[in-house]
C-alpha cells in the first residue's frame, strides 16, 4: 500500500515538471519576436495559468487512482495514507479564480497600457483596475455568500420493523431480505412524507469553486457547443475548400494588389484610430472600431496565407507545394478523428446525461474495460476526452469571434503570438477547465464515482441554494446539444462553399 501511495506521489511530481517545461516550449514557440527579452511577468503568468489548468485536468484520472490505492486495504487507517485529493482540488481551484480574477487581468491592463508612461504608471494604472475589481467580487461573494451559500440535501428517513435473526443465510433473486417471500426490504417502501430536506452552510471556498463554476459553465455551453462541431468540421471543409492546383503568375499579381490595396486601407485606418487614442477619444465606437480593424487584419492574414499556398515561390516551390498538400490531408485525417471524438461526446451526453434513468453508462465502461487491458490506458483516454473539450472551447470562441463584432479575438499562432493573445486565451482556459471538470466528474460519474472531485462537483455543487436547478434540470447539457446541432447544420448548409474575396470593411461613425 505505502509502495503504491509513493509511486502516484512520484509520478504526479514527474507530471507536473513535465507539463512546466511543456508549456515553456510553448510560449518560447509561440511568441511574438516584439516580445522577445521582455515582458517577463505576463510571460510567467502564461506559463503558470497554462500548468495549473493542464494539471487541473490531470487531476481526475489521479483523484481515481488516488480512490483505488485503499480500494483493497487489509487495515484500517490505509486510506490516510493517500493524497488529500479535496483539499488540493480547493486549492488548485481558488489558484485558478485569483489567476482569472486578478493576476491576468492586471497582466493584461500593465502589458496593455501605454509605452510612453513610465512602469510605475502602468503598473499604478493596471493595478487601480484590480483593486475596483477586487472590491466588487469581495462585495458580492460575501453577499452571496451570507445569504444563499447554504445547501439543501433531500434525504429521507428509512426504518423497518425487527425480525429474529435467522439460522441460515439463504439470499437469491427472489430472496433479496431476510423476511421470507421479500422482494423489497422494508426500509426501502417509505412514504412520501419521509422525505425532508437538511439544509447545511457550505464551506467559502468551496463557495468560490461553485461561482467560478457557474461563470465558466455559460462559456463552456456557448464556446464548447459550437466548437464541439466546428472543430472537426473546420478542417474536414478546409480540405474541400483546399487549393486544386497552383494558380498563373498573373493571377498571383491581382489578387496580390488587391491584397496590398487593402493593407494600406487598413495601415491608414489604424493609424486613424491611433491618433483618436493619443487625443483621448477612446468612446465606445473607438472601441468597436478597434475590434473591426482586428478581424480584417486577421482576414488579410489568412487571405496572404491562402495566397502563398496556390503560388508558392523560391527554390523550394515544389516543395512548398508538396507540404501544403499534405498538410491538407492532415487536416482531412485529424477532421475525421475529431468527427468521432464529437459524434461519440454528443450521443455520451444524451444517453449518459440527458435520458433519465441512462440507457448505458457508455464512455464509462469504454473506459473501465481499457482499465483492464492496462491500468493506464482507460486513464488516458478519459484525459484525452478531457483535453478535447478544452480545445473545443478555444475553436468555439474563435469562431463566435469572428462572427460577432462585440467580442474580441485573440488567435494563438506560431512565432506570432502577443501576450495579450496568450493572456486572453490562458483566462478562458482556466475558467473553463473548471466547468470541463465538473462535466467530465458528471458525465463520467460511473468511472469517477466515490471520488473528492464527486463530493465538491457532484454533491456540494448539483445541491447548492439558488443554483441546483441549472443542474437539476440540465440546462448546460441541453444548451451545449442545441448550439453543437446548429454548427452542425451551418457547417453541412455553408461549410463547403469557398470563401469570397471581402470588400472595403465598415466602421462606425
Not at 204 to 216: D, H, K, N, Q, S
Not at 252 to 257: D, F, L, M, Q
Not at 371 to 385: I, K, P, R, S, Y
Not at 407 to 428: C, D, E, Q, R
Request: net charge positive; aromatic share 14%; with cysteine.
Amino acid at each position: 500500500m505505502g509502495d503504491f501511495n509513493l509511486a502516484l506521489v512520484l509520478v504526479a511530481i514527474i507530471v507536473c515538471v513535465l507539463v512546466f517545461i511543456f508549456n515553456v516550449y510553448l510560449l518560447v514557440n509561440y511568441q511574438h519576436p516584439d516580445d522577445a527579452n521582455q515582458a517577463y511577468f505576463p510571460k510567467f503568468v502564461v506559463v503558470l495559468g497554462l500548468s495549473v489548468a493542464a494539471i487541473s485536468i490531470l487531476m481526475l484520472p489521479a483523484d481515481v487512482a488516488n480512490r483505488q490505492a485503499c480500494r483493497h486495504a487489509i487495515y484500517n487507517g490505509a486510506c490516510n495514507l493517500t493524497l488529500p485529493m479535496k483539499d488540493l482540488w480547493l486549492a488548485i481551484y481558488i489558484l485558478d479564480a485569483i489567476l482569472v480574477f486578478f493576476v491576468i487581468p492586471f497582466a493584461m491592463f500593465y502589458y496593455e497600457g501605454d509605452l510612453d508612461k513610465t512602469i510605475w504608471k502602468r503598473m499604478k494604472s493596471a493595478l487601480v483596475w484590480v483593486i475596483v475589481t477586487a472590491i466588487i467580487c469581495a462585495l458580492v461573494l460575501g453577499i452571496l455568500y451570507g445569504v444563499v451559500g447554504k445547501v439543501d440535501f433531500t434525504v429521507r428517513h428509512l426504518s423497518s420493523s425487527t425480525t429474529s435473526f435467522p439460522s441460515s443465510w439463504s439470499f437469491s433473486e427472489s430472496q433479496q431480505c431476510i423476511d421470507s417471500g421479500a422482494r423489497q426490504c422494508s426500509a426501502y417502501i417509505a412514504p412520501a412524507s419521509s422525505e425532508t430536506t437538511w439544509t447545511m452552510r457550505t464551506t467559502f471556498p468551496e463557495y468560490i469553486v461553485a461561482l467560478a463554476t457557474i461563470v465558466g459553465s455559460v462559456l463552456f455551453t456557448i464556446f464548447g457547443g459550437v466548437g464541439i462541431a466546428c472543430l472537426p468540421l473546420g478542417l474536414i471543409f478546409s480540405f474541400i475548400r483546399r487549393p486544386k492546383a497552383v494558380i498563373t503568375r498573373s493571377q498571383y499579381i491581382k489578387e496580390a494588389t488587391e491584397l496590398g490595396k487593402k493593407a494600406r486601407e487598413l495601415k491608414k485606418t489604424a493609424d486613424a484610430l491611433h491618433q483618436e487614442e493619443r487625443s483621448g477619444n477612446k468612446g465606445r465606437k473607438w472601441r468597436k472600431n478597434v475590434k473591426t480593424v482586428e478581424k480584417e487584419v486577421l482576414l488579410l492574414e489568412e487571405d496572404v496565407k491562402a495566397l502563398e499556398e496556390m503560388y508558392p515561390q523560391g527554390e523550394q516551390a515544389e516543395t512548398a507545394w508538396a507540404m501544403t498538400v499534405l498538410s491538407y490531408l492532415g487536416k482531412l485525417v485529424f477532421g475525421v478523428l475529431g468527427l468521432i471524438v464529437s459524434v461519440a461526446w454528443i450521443a455520451h451526453i444524451v444517453i449518459y446525461l440527458l435520458i433519465d434513468p441512462p440507457l448505458s453508462p457508455f464512455l464509462n465502461e469504454i473506459f473501465i474495460k481499457l482499465d483492464d487491458v492496462w491500468g493506464l490506458l482507460g486513464t488516458a483516454a478519459f484525459a484525452f476526452f478531457c483535453f478535447y473539450l478544452l480545445l473545443a472551447v478555444i475553436a468555439g470562441a474563435m469562431m463566435v469571434g469572428l462572427k460577432l463584432v462585440f467580442i474580441t479575438i485573440h488567435p494563438m499562432k506560431w512565432g506570432a503570438t502577443l501576450m495579450n493573445s496568450f493572456l486572453f486565451n490562458v483566462g478562458l482556459i482556466l475558467l473553463c477547465s473548471i466547468s470541463v471538470i465538473q462535466f467530465c466528474a458528471t458525465a463520467f460519474g460511473y468511472y469517477a464515482q466515490a471520488t473528492a472531485a464527486q463530493e465538491i462537483f457532484g454533491h456540494t455543487l448539483q445541491s447548492l441554494r439558488g443554483i441546483k436547478y441549472l443542474y437539476k434540470y440540465n440546462v448546460f447539457q441541453i444548451g451545449f446539444i442545441i448550439l453543437a446541432g446548429l454548427t452542425f447544420v451551418y457547417y453541412a448548409a455553408f461549410g463547403w462553399r469557398r470563401k469570397k474575396t471581402r470588400g472595403r470593411f465598415q466602421l462606425s461613425t
